[in-house]
């Protein structure tokens, strides 16, 4: 499966942006889908996931409240919806799919390319 993520860009802290990951080659249906983002200088680390049935999710605890991850099967694209952005969320954003949704990257085995998220003070 290939992914490609989109809708990053420039907002004020504050704002709101919505990413897209878009699945190409395979349903996404079948996979668990994870967002992660790394910013310079730090590792890469788990922002939010869904479960491939159920619409299960999990969240890390810096975008709980914040962050709503869904799925839209008949699109076969997850979005992260970003309210209430800091600057401290900024940083390149990846989407991953894999068999289940775990906060490790380790349980993802495809990657699309990232989509950079700037959040200005």
């Known amino acids: 499966v290939q992914l490609q993520a989109s809708g990053g860009g420039l907002v004020q802290a504050g704002g709101s942006q919505r990413l897209s990951c878009a699945a190409s080659?395979?349903?996404?249906?079948?996979?668990?889908v994870g967002w992660f983002r790394q910013a310079p200088g730090k590792e890469r680390e788990f922002v939010a996931s869904i479960a491939w049935i159920g619409g299960i999710a999990d969240y890390a605890d810096s975008v709980k409240g914040r962050f709503t991850i869904s799925r839209d099967n008949a699109r076969n694209t997850v979005y992260l919806q970003m309210n209430s952005l800091k600057p401290e969320d900024t940083a390149l954003y990846y989407c991953a799919a894999g068999a289940s949704w775990v906060r490790s990257t380790s349980g993802y085995s495809y990657w699309g390319r990232g989509t950079q998220v700037t959040v200005s003070s």
């Open positions: 080659g395979r349903t996404l249906r079948d996979y668990g």
